[in-house]
């Protein structure tokens, strides 16, 4: 019964921003572990950002430290993925992955993100 809805994705110009969003369903996000992946052509799955349970520790690749943001709104059960500053090597697919305190795992579908001048 776990299941995503995923937005946010499209279309962007070099130095644009978007939000991705991955609204979950079946289990709780509050309690989860959020880890948001990328994958490109030719390249290998890239781990892009990390969000402990709490949210209170927060780590993020080197290709997008300083302008890329995680967090989550356990409210609507939602976990996102600020993106700013973007560049044509953030092109790729986007997954978010959520491991429950049952230590499960759940990855989106995938959201993609193409930045194009």
């Known amino acids: 019964q776990v299941h995503f809805v995923e937005s946010g994705g499209g279309l962007v110009q070099p130095g644009g921003s978007l939000r991705l969003s991955c609204g979950a369903t079946?289990?709780?996000?509050?309690?989860?572990?959020m880890r948001w992946y990328r994958q490109a052509p030719g390249k290998e799955r890239e781990l892009v950002a990390y969000?402990?349970?709490?949210?209170?520790?927060?780590n993020y690749g080197d290709s997008v430290k300083g302008r890329f943001t995680v967090s989550r709104d356990n409210a609507k059960n939602t976990g996102y993925l600020e993106m700013n500053s973007l560049k044509f090597e953030d092109t790729a697919v986007y997954l978010c992955?959520?491991?429950?305190?049952?230590?499960?795992?759940?990855w989106g579908r995938g959201i993609q993100v193409t930045v194009s001048s």
């Open positions: 992955n959520f491991r429950t305190s049952y230590e499960t795992e759940y």
């Open positions: 079946g289990f709780t996000v509050s309690s989860s572990v």
């Open positions: 969000s402990s349970r709490s949210g209170s520790t927060t």
